[in-house]
């Protein structure tokens, strides 16, 4: 018996869009365009093999994955599977502690910087 969404804590698009629509302040239409927007560029970049970063939450690329020998689960016999690419997502540090549970005002303030030389 297969788990439902909500079982799973599964936010689906359209949940997403709504709280978004709520946090920022829009209507649907435009929390769904906004939404659309940034999952198409992302798609975009990356398949262009751009590096996209989010800083904080994330960054996303094009991973290059090797050809490799692999035992088939119909019988077993050996299978070599194509090299090709994948994305990739590695969390950024803000994202990384809050699913830690722990406090990202920390996290959000990172070290402040050195002054700039002068010249």
Do not use: Y
């Not at 769904?32 to 690329?61: D, I, P, S």
């Not at 050809?67 to 969390?91: C, D, E, M, N």
Request: aromatic share 4%; proline share 3%.
């Amino acid at each position: 018996m297969k788990a439902s969404a909500k079982e799973q804590n599964v936010v689906s698009k359209d949940e997403l869009i709504h709280q978004i629509a709520a946090k920022a302040g829009v209507n649907l239409t435009e929390a769904n365009k906004v939404v659309n927007a940034f999952t198409e560029v992302v798609r975009e970049k990356v398949t262009q093999g751009h590096e996209v970063r989010l800083m904080g939450f994330g960054t996303w690329n094009l991973r290059s994955v090797a050809a490799r020998r692999v035992k088939s689960i119909r019988g077993g016999t050996p299978i070599t599977l194509p090299a090709h690419k994948r994305v990739g997502f590695t969390v950024g540090a803000v994202l990384a502690q809050a699913a830690e549970g722990k406090s990202t005002s920390s996290a959000a303030k990172a070290a402040p910087k050195a002054p700039a030389a002068k010249k």
